[in-house]
């Protein structure tokens, strides 16, 4: 059974940073592209930034560019998200996705870490 458990969120002043983790089980873990995504109250879930399975191309949403870094480690199936210039706009709550075409279509979501940033 494959499993994504998010962490590190919580509560951060605008300016600050948070990591978030999502590790991943039950899964080819070099196999999947590994993606956050985020869900604003009141608006549709949207990409963030996104990292192939080996870690070799890497992408962002707009808004977070040049603040927000994902980064893998497939030794320890983990995902990571550095977040840092937090402002008010950030906060939602972050899904971790899993995505393969490697035999065959998968894509697998976790249950998400909230993050507020506010002060």
């Known amino acids: 059974q494959v499993q994504l458990v998010e962490s590190g969120g919580g509560l951060v002043q605008p300016g600050g940073s948070l990591r978030l983790s999502c590790a991943a089980s039950?899964?080819?873990?070099?196999?999947?592209?590994m993606s956050w995504y985020r869900q604003a109250p009141g608006k549709e879930r949207e990409l963030v930034a996104a990292i192939t399975g080996a870690g070799g191309s890497t992408n962002y949403a707009d808004s977070v560019k040049g603040r927000f870094t994902i980064s893998r480690d497939n030794a320890k199936n983990t995902v990571y998200l550095d977040m840092n210039s937090l402002k008010p706009v950030d906060t939602a709550l972050y899904y971790c996705n899993a995505r393969t075409v490697v035999g065959g279509w998968a894509d697998y979501w976790g249950q998400g870490t909230q993050v507020t940033v506010s002060s």
């Open positions: 039950g899964l080819t873990f070099r196999n999947y592209a």
